[in-house]
């Protein structure tokens, strides 16, 4: 298991931008994973952006793409979440999250979470 700390999240304007950070500590695994979920009210978590950090290939939802960019700092063990063109349908919690091994999608198979951050995106 590891330590996830997120900073970031609030309130913006559609079009906006915002920046999440997400700080690991405690890690064993050389091979690993991080990614962003989000969650809305009423609606189950949902996979937006991972990365996978021995290669570093990136993997987008398809509702983000060309607005989200996932990138890491690997001498901070930190992961950075960039949205940009941010939409009233992007207003949901946020959480960093982290796993051995490869990406996957489905929150399921991810043991590590981080507290979540209120994005709020208005009209």
């Known amino acids: 298991q590891v330590q996830l700390v997120e900073s970031g999240g609030g309130l913006v304007q559609a079009g906006g931008s915002l920046s999440l950070s997400c700080a690991a500590s405690?890690?064993?695994?050389?091979?690993?994973?991080m990614g962003w979920f989000r969650q809305a009210p009423g609606k189950e978590r949902e996979f937006v952006a991972a990365?996978?950090?021995?290669?570093?290939?990136?993997y987008y939802a398809d509702s983000v793409k060309g607005r989200f960019t996932i990138s890491r700092d690997n001498a901070k063990n930190t992961v950075y979440l960039q949205m940009n063109s941010l939409k009233p349908e992007d207003t949901a919690v946020y959480y960093c999250?982290?796993?051995?091994?490869?990406?996957?999608?489905?929150?399921?198979?991810?043991?590590?979470w981080g507290q979540g951050t209120q994005v709020t995106v208005s009209s």
């Open positions: 990365i996978s950090w021995s290669s570093g290939n990136t």
């Open positions: 405690g890690r064993t695994d050389s091979s690993y994973a």
């Open positions: 999250a982290a796993k051995p091994g490869m990406v996957v999608v489905s929150t399921t198979p991810w043991g590590s």
